[in-house]
């Protein structure tokens, strides 16, 4: 068996369908948190908290993209409410 060859790595943030690497990269990678297989993502002392953060910030930024025009009017309603709250007591 040819230990030269190229193997597929995977790593959950940076190339969850996998990349191709030069086998001598192995070690260096898995350092790194890349994996051989995708059913190793989240495996470890880290794994569930990373996956939530993951999932968090998935979450939000799909949110954020989906309704970033409707949070920003609202912020500036809330914070013109507030300041006119504000010179009312003045």
Not at 47 to 61: D, M, P, Q, S, V
Request: charged fraction near 25%; include cysteine.
């Amino acid at each position: 068996m040819n230990k030269e060859r190229d193997t597929y790595m995977y790593h959950q943030l940076k190339a969850p369908k996998g990349e191709v690497f030069n086998h001598s990269e192995v070690p260096f990678l898995e350092r790194k948190g890349w994996v051989d297989t995708p059913a190793k993502f989240g495996k470890g002392i880290r794994g569930k908290w990373y996956n939530f953060i993951i999932f968090c910030r998935t979450t939000l930024k799909q949110f954020w993209l989906d309704h970033w025009k409707w949070i920003i009017t609202t912020a500036i309603a809330i914070a013109t409410l507030c300041f006119s709250l504000i010179l009312m007591k003045k």
